[in-house]
C-alpha cells in the first residue's frame, strides 16, 4: 500500500494512493493515520477494504491537493549519524561500530513539498536525503534482527534538513543543528513493505536548483533498516508511528570543497526508489 495524508496543514485526510492520479479516501475509516490507528493493527485490514472500494468504484481523483506528511506527528524522531561508508568517508570521519544516535523535535515533520524555513542566524544550511522508517507496534528489547521486520509499518523518504554551524560549531548534541522548524520534510507516501523487494538496494537521489548533488544506493548502508530497529529496541521504546532517519549517501552540502550551503529561494529535489519524490524551496528567517 501506498498511504498518503492531503489537504491543508492540520486538517490533512488519509487516503490510499492507486496511481498518479486516482486514491481511494480512508477517513471513514480513521481520522488519520496515528499512532493510536497503528498500535491497533489498523494497517492489516486496509488491503481488503481498498479492493472492494475499487471494485465498486469508490475512487477519488487528485486535484491538485497540498500533500502532508503521511504521519501524524511521531512521539519521537530518531536519526542515525554517519550510516553510509561513502557518507562517512566524505565527511573524513571513521565508520562507527555502533549506530550514531540523536534525536530531531517532533515538531519539524512536515509535508514532502513545504517550504524549508531557514532559521535564525544560520549560515551553513545542508540537506540530506534519507530512508525514514516508521514504527508500526510498540517495540522494546526485541530478539534478534529478523524480529525487527515485524515492527516496522513501512518507509518513507525524508530530508534531514541540517544547520551544519549549529550541528557542529555550538557545542553540545546534534539536535541543535537538527530541530528548526520544517527541519524534516517527510513523505510523500508511507510504503508498506509488502510493495518493496529489497529496502537494502533502493537508489537515492537529490538536486540543487536542478544540478545533481546526492546520488546514491541504501546498499551502502552500513547498519541496514532492520538492525537499527533491532539495535534501538535495546535501548528505549519505539511507539507506533515512530519515525527514524536512516542516514544519508554521499553529497551533502558539507562535503563539497569548499562547502555549498542553501541559500533563500533554493529549490530541493529528492527521491528514493519506489518510495516517490519531494520538493522543497528555501524561504527566509522568520
Known amino acids: 500500500?501506498?498511504?498518503?495524508?492531503?489537504g491543508p496543514a492540520g486538517s490533512e485526510k488519509p487516503i490510499a494512493r492507486l496511481d498518479e492520479t486516482t486514491y481511494v479516501d480512508l477517513?471513514?475509516?480513521?481520522?488519520d493515520?496515528?499512532?493510536?490507528?497503528?498500535?491497533?493493527?489498523?494497517?492489516?485490514s486496509l488491503p481488503?477494504?481498498?479492493?472492494?472500494?475499487?471494485?465498486?468504484?469508490?475512487?477519488?481523483?487528485?486535484?491538485?491537493?497540498?500533500?502532508g506528511a503521511p504521519i501524524t506527528r511521531p512521539h519521537q524522531i530518531l536519526c542515525i549519524g554517519l550510516n553510509y561508508s561513502d557518507h562517512a568517508a566524505e565527511?573524513?570521519?571513521a565508520v562507527p561500530a555502533e549506530p550514531i544516535l540523536f534525536t530531531k523535535s517532533p515538531n519539524t515533520l512536515i509535508g514532502p513539498n513545504d517550504d524549508v524555513r531557514t532559521p535564525r542566524g544560520s549560515t551553513k544550511l545542508d540537506w540530506e536525503v534519507e530512508l525514514g522508517i516508521v514504527i508500526g507496534r510498540r517495540t522494546s528489547y526485541l530478539d534478534s534482527v529478523e524480529d525487527a521486520r515485524e515492527a516496522i509499518a513501512g518507509f518513507t523518504v525524508v530530508n534531514d534538513v541540517s544547520e551544519r554551524a549549529f550541528q557542529l560549531e555550538r557545542s553540545g548534541q546534534w539536535s541543535k543543528g537538527k530541530s528548526a522548524e520544517t527541519f524534516n520534510p517527510t513523505g510523500?507516501?508511507?510504503v508498506t513493505p509488502d510493495?518493496?523487494?529489497?529496502?537494502?538496494?533502493?537508489?537515492?537521489w537529490l538536486d540543487v536548483n536542478g544540478v545533481r548533488r546526492q546520488t546514491g544506493s541504501t546498499s551502502t548502508m552500513i547498519f541496514d533498516?532492520?538492525?537499527?530497529?533491532?539495535?534501538?529496541?535495546?535501548?528505549?521504546?519505539?511507539?507506533p508511528g515512530d519515525l527514524i532517519n536512516t542516514g544519508t549517501p554521499p553529497g551533502v552540502g558539507l562535503g563539497f570543497t569548499p562547502p555549498i550551503w542553501l541559500q533563500v529561494d533554493d529549490v530541493m529535489e529528492l527521491g528514493i526508489q519506489g518510495l516517490g519524490s519531494q520538493r522543497q524551496r528555501v524561504i527566509a528567517p522568520r
Open 225 to 239: 533498516p532492520y538492525v537499527i530497529v533491532h539495535y534501538l529496541s535495546q535501548f528505549l521504546v519505539l511507539e
Open 33 to 44: 493515520f496515528t499512532e493510536a490507528f497503528l498500535a491497533a493493527d489498523g494497517l492489516a
Open 27 to 31: 477517513s471513514d475509516v480513521t481520522p
Open 188 to 190: 510523500p507516501w508511507l
Open 48 to 67: 481488503v477494504l481498498i479492493a472492494e472500494r475499487v471494485a465498486r468504484g469508490a475512487v477519488s481523483t487528485f486535484a491538485g491537493e497540498r500533500i
Open 1 to 6: 500500500m501506498y498511504l498518503m495524508r492531503i
Open 195 to 204: 510493495e518493496i523487494d529489497d529496502v537494502r538496494r533502493l537508489g537515492m
Open 91 to 93: 565527511t573524513g570521519q
